[in-house]
């Protein structure tokens, strides 16, 4: 099973930026698709950015051209570098990993870190 710890969340203030980082107990490579979800306070879970094993990308509506996903395999690391950064991006951020293992798919998160944008 994959254990993943995010860092990197804080106080920032509106406009400023913020870059989080998502560290895997082990070996990235085959994990098909990492992904950063984030939830405010009475609101529902909501993909922010996601990465296939191929580098192909995907974005919510709301962080297109401001959020960028990464991820560095020889680190075991995803990162979410977050700029421009705007009240609404309140949040617990937290990471996922969606992988095949032992002939069923399965899914990783990490505990969530918190990021608070001050207007």
């Known amino acids: 099973q994959v254990q993943l710890v995010e860092s990197g969340g804080g106080l920032v203030q509106a406009g400023g930026s913020l870059r989080l980082s998502c560290v895997a107990s082990?070996?990235?490579?085959?994990?098909?698709?990492m992904g950063w979800y984030r939830q405010a306070p009475g609101k529902q879970r909501e993909l922010v950015a996601s990465i296939t094993s191929s580098g192909t990308t995907n974005y919510g509506d709301s962080v297109k051209g401001r959020f960028t996903v990464s991820r560095d395999n020889t680190k075991n690391t995803m990162y979410l570098q977050m700029n421009s950064l705007k009240p609404e991006d309140t949040a617990v951020y937290c990471c996922n990993a969606h992988y095949f293992w032992a002939a069923i798919w399965r899914d990783a998160w990490g505990q969530g870190t918190q990021v608070t944008v001050s207007s």
């Open positions: 082990k070996s990235i490579v085959d994990i098909n698709v």
